[in-house]
């Protein structure tokens, strides 16, 4: 396996780093989010919903998960230069355990059994198909 390729200059080791901060941006997006609404929903507004819409998007922080959303489409672009979609996305099935996890630790979601089971094997599954070779 090797994390150079000569073709176009990009390393494959770039391109991981590439699906890793799409990981990460898409994580922070959904928590940012969920925080902003959390916060907005304890001020006990009766607002409609497209006046709820119109506050949030006014809102620094919602702003800065929608820019997390749009860099991790931006950050995704690149990594799809050098690894297949098949490969790559795997790693996105991550944001399945991260989210999960960001809500019990920020939100005081509920965990359960099958939960911490499902991330498990969403986990083993990733080591699996990381430990073979990255078809480019």
Known sequence: ???????????????????????FLSVY??????????VKSSLGTTQNR??????MLQNPWVLSGITATFLSGITWMLAMTR???????LFISLLFVLV??????????????????????????VIVVSLGKSPV
């Open 29 to 38: 997006s959904q928590v940012i989010i969920k925080w902003q609404v959390n």
């Open 83 to 89: 690894l297949d979609i098949s490969y790559a996305y």
């Open 1 to 23: 396996y090797q994390f150079r390729d000569t073709r176009k200059g990009m390393t494959k080791l770039v391109a991981h780093i590439f699906v890793i901060l799409t990981v």
């Open 100 to 125: 999960p996890s960001a809500g019990y630790l920020f939100f005081n979601e509920p965990v359960t059994t099958a939960k911490i089971a499902g991330s498990l094997l969403i986990i083993l599954g």
């Open 50 to 55: 497209f006046s709820f819409i119109l506050s």
